[in-house]
């Protein structure tokens, strides 16, 4: 089983600290409506015990949603176990409330999203408007350990072409407000209306990469550096890059899955910035263009290739990732199991092919919503 197999990794000595952040909906058990309760939630969240304990519970943006944080992990074993503790924490703070966590990245049901009474969220509330007010969407953030904000950039430089095959990938919220959107990932469409939001051009220095961050605040049109919401950037918080185009996953092992690709692709290029190889040349409104096609159609469709540009079938792009990567799968051992999940989520499909399948059987959104809330449960440690 691949699970067992992820439990039994070993890593190579030198391996860069891998963490995820994953984003949950808060949800009625029957009717999968999303519940305005994570302070609830998060107060329950203090009195338990138990092997989630001490898991960190944050609020987001919305009162529908709760996020998890995983220790930085050094080996795929570690990140998996951390993941499912994680979810575990989850699912009980919400049972605690009356409510369950369903790992889905939007909310198939109607919903009328509540603003977390923060001053900073009240303020994002006030300045950005609907766009704020409708912005109920959960993703999965990772985060892979640099040297320094000079190998951080030197990196984000040369990554953008990939990303778009980790949102495919990833892709789970194909449902908006009721309806199909049309979309594999329509989390990603509705995130791009924030202004900082999408793929960056080429910094070529840390230095660059600040500036643009210092002018885009002092523009007045973002609150802060937070809301710099690239799709991969630099951690304000730890020496990290984080990277942010993904779908918070149906399913653990596909975030395991995401998180290793991310950690091996940020390897990867690193060790090209040291061997003085050029940067990706493909410009930021092709790179748009890859993510908005990643997010419409995901693995149903093509891909842009990273390498050509043009359109490939999405497997195809998948394998070209996991070929790009594989010296640095294969010094950290990650070869196989990352072969394998890859594998198993090309032939089952991710969560939005999830979704839309229970929707053709039932005809029924709130149970789209009950399923996903049993497979995020499943993923829980025995």
């Known amino acids: 089983m691949v699970g067992s197999a992820i439990r039994g990794h070993v890593r190579r000595v030198g391996s860069r600290s891998v963490g995820v952040e994953e984003e949950f909906l808060l949800v009625e058990p029957e009717s999968g409506q999303p519940r305005a309760v994570a302070g609830t939630v998060l107060a329950a969240a203090r009195q338990a015990a138990g092997p989630a304990a001490g898991v960190a519970l944050e609020f987001e943006l919305k009162q529908q949603q709760l996020e998890t944080n995983s220790e930085p992990c050094r080996t795929l074993g570690e990140l998996h176990r951390e993941i499912r503790r994680g979810r575990a924490a989850a699912a009980a703070a919400a049972e605690g409330a009356g409510v369950r966590a369903a790992a889905l990245a939007t909310s198939p049901v109607p919903v009328e999203p509540q603003v977390v009474g923060t001053s900073r969220y009240r303020r994002m509330a006030d300045v950005f408007g609907l766009t704020a007010h409708e912005q109920l969407t959960c993703g999965c953030h990772v985060h892979v350990g640099i040297s320094g904000d000079e190998e951080g950039v ?110 091996a692709l940020v390897e990867t290029e690193a060790r090209a910035a040291r061997e003085g190889k050029a940067a990706s040349r493909m410009r930021t409104e ?56 890859l594998a198993a989520l090309l032939a089952r499909g991710n969560g939005a092919a999830y979704q839309r399948a229970v929707h053709r059987r039932s005809g029924s959104l709130p149970e789209v919503i009950r399923r996903a809330v049993a497979v995020t449960g499943n993923d829980q440690p025995g």
């Open 154 to 263: 030197a990196v984000l430089d040369r990554i953008g072409p990939w990303l778009p095959v980790l949102l495919a990938l990833s892709a789970n919220s194909p449902f908006w407000q009721g309806q199909d959107s049309s979309y594999a990932s329509f989390r990603y469409q509705a995130w791009g209306r924030w202004p900082g939001s999408g793929p960056t051009g080429p910094f070529r220095t840390a230095q660059s990469y600040h500036d643009t961050v210092r002018q885009m605040v002092q523009t007045g049109t973002l609150l802060d550096e937070g809301m710099v919401y690239f799709d991969a950037r630099l951690s304000g918080h730890y020496q990290t890059i984080e990277i942010r185009v993904a779908d918070v996953c149906l399913r653990a092992d596909d975030t395991v899955l995401i998180a290793a690709l991310a950690r």
């Open 286 to 341: 092709v790179l748009r263009l890859a993510a908005w096609r990643a997010s419409r159609s995901s693995l149903d469709d093509g891909l842009l290739s990273p390498v050509t540009g043009l359109p490939e079938p999405a497997a195809s792009v998948a394998g070209l990732l996991l070929d790009h990567c594989r010296d640095a799968l294969a010094d950290a051992d990650d070869t196989d199991i990352v072969t394998e999940l």
